[in-house]
């Protein structure tokens, strides 16, 4: 039965996926928030290829309109108020909300990419060389705007700005594929500044489009779309 998005109240997708045991699961995903709901314990148990199916179906949800995330949820099985959570991980700290009774927990696109050490956060010194060429972005995890001209973190949720670690995306789809014994050609390496797929560095002459149906950056999807565009095709 699928549930409601506990920001914006409306239906979640149940959408398919599959464990570490190679049995289906399937979690309930509000693709206008970016939002995921894991029952319990679900989140811990995709395998590594969900990790990057996730990463697809992310990737073709890119134009959806943007909803920003509400500060006050609740869960959407108890009714009760989801208690915001901090933890650590591989990848460093993350949040997300949890149902009071164990119900399961509801967690962003950015911090889910966060948890599985996919996200790492930009320096100031990063913020302020950005600046120089994009003055508005998307905070990647709520939506809202952030003028990175003046803040270096989302004054809605308090998120720091992050951008997809390639590296770290790289490992894992060579891990995947030296699993499946398929060689892969290894991304070219970046210096250890700013992806190398930021305005900042280059023009936009990649065969990625940014969404048309809105003016802000969201610089995690950009990355996904990048790294997408170079090793999944």
């Given at each position: 039965?699928?549930?409601?998005?506990?920001?914006?109240?409306?239906?979640?997708?149940?959408?398919?996926?599959?464990?570490?045991?190679?049995?289906?699961?399937?979690?309930?995903?509000?693709?206008?928030?970016?939002?995921?709901?894991?029952?319990?314990?679900?989140?811990?148990?995709?395998?590594?290829?969900?990790?990057?199916?996730?990463?697809?179906?992310?990737?073709?949800?890119?134009?959806?309109?943007?909803?920003?995330?509400?500060?006050?949820?609740?869960?959407?099985?108890?009714?009760?108020?989801?208690?915001?959570?901090?933890?650590?991980?591989?990848?460093?700290?993350?949040?997300?909300?949890?149902?009071?009774?164990?119900?399961?927990?509801?967690?962003?696109?950015?911090?889910?990419?966060?948890?599985?050490?996919?996200?790492?956060?930009?320096?100031?010194?990063?913020?302020?060389?950005?600046?120089?060429?994009?003055?508005?972005?998307?905070?990647?995890?709520?939506?809202?705007?952030?003028?990175?001209?003046?803040?270096?973190?989302?004054?809605h949720c308090g998120s720091p700005i992050s951008v997809l670690d390639e590296k770290a995306v790289a490992k894992a789809l060579a891990e995947?594929?030296?699993?499946?014994?398929?060689?892969?050609?290894?991304?070219?390496?970046?210096?250890?500044?700013?992806?190398?797929?930021?305005?900042?560095?280059?023009?936009?002459?990649?065969?990625?489009?940014?969404?048309?149906?809105?003016?802000?950056?969201?610089?995690?999807?950009?990355?996904?779309?990048?790294?997408?565009?170079?090793?999944?095709?």
């Amino acid at each position: 039965m699928a549930i409601n998005c506990p920001s914006c109240n409306s239906a979640c997708s149940p959408t398919q996926f599959s464990t570490h045991l190679n049995t289906p699961v399937a979690i309930d995903i509000c693709w206008p928030c970016h939002l995921i709901w894991f029952d319990h314990l679900e989140s811990t148990s995709l395998s590594a290829q969900s990790v990057i199916d996730l990463f697809r179906r992310i990737h073709e949800h890119r134009a959806d309109s943007r909803n920003i995330v509400s500060m006050n949820m609740r869960c959407p099985l108890s009714r009760e108020r989801l208690v915001l959570t901090n933890d650590i991980g591989r990848g460093g700290r993350f949040s997300y909300y949890r149902s009071p009774k164990r119900h399961g927990r509801l967690i962003s696109f950015v911090q889910f990419l966060r948890e599985k050490s996919f996200i790492r956060t930009l320096s100031d010194h990063e913020i302020d060389s950005l600046s120089a060429t994009v003055k508005q972005i998307r905070c990647s995890s709520c939506g809202a705007g952030i003028d990175i001209s003046r803040d270096h973190a989302c004054t809605h949720c308090g998120s720091p700005i992050s951008v997809l670690d390639e590296k770290a995306v790289a490992k894992a789809l060579a891990e995947l594929d030296a699993k499946a014994n398929r060689p892969r050609q290894a991304l070219s390496a970046t210096p250890a500044s700013l992806p190398s797929y930021l305005p900042s560095y280059h023009a936009r002459e990649t065969s990625w489009q940014e969404p048309s149906s809105s003016n802000l950056t969201d610089l995690v999807l950009t990355g996904l779309a990048a790294i997408l565009a170079a090793t999944l095709s």
